[in-house]
């Protein structure tokens, strides 16, 4: 069975609102108040790593347990574990990781939002930065063409 549009779109909204809930709730109970990636560094440095690099291992395991799952044949019970956890885990690891790169490369001065949704780089040397439009549940991607 193909979905529609409006079936991705569901599933899309359901994963992203789940997302939303979870980060919020584990980054109240891992990072506090003030560093919002401080459970991310401490794995690192005891891992001797750098931060990026145990946001990709949190990732991949993700990857390994979909893919065992996927492997086993997709149940209810799989399906519901997968859009409850895995699926809003990896979208929250992809935010994650967006952030400590930003942190790691760029001040805050390096790039900054515009109103209109670009990412606008300031200096020289940061040309290659595309622009970028949230989602707004319209079915588009970034560059205004559709993505399904």
């Given amino acids: ?44 440095e005891m891992a001797e790593e750098e931060t990026w690099q145990a946001v990709v291992s949190r990732t991949m395991d993700k990857f390994s347990r979909i893919k065992n799952m996927l492997k086993q044949g997709m149940t209810k019970e799989n399906w519901n574990d997968l859009m409850d956890n895995d699926f809003p885990d990896i979208v929250n690891y992809t935010r994650i990781l967006a952030g400590i790169c930003k942190e790691e490369w760029f001040t805050n001065e390096d790039i900054i939002p515009s109103q ?7 200096g020289d040397g940061y040309s290659t930065w595309e622009k970028h439009v949230p989602y707004a549940g319209g079915g588009e991607d970034y560059d205004g063409e559709g993505t399904s």
């Fill in 1 to 44: 069975m193909k979905l529609t549009n409006e079936q991705a779109t569901e599933i899309d909204y359901a994963v992203t609102a789940r997302a939303d809930a979870i980060i919020q709730s584990k980054r109240k109970k891992y990072s506090g108040a003030n560093d919002p990636y401080k459970n991310f560094r401490d794995a690192a």
């Fill in 116 to 122: 209109d949704g670009e990412w606008v780089p300031r």
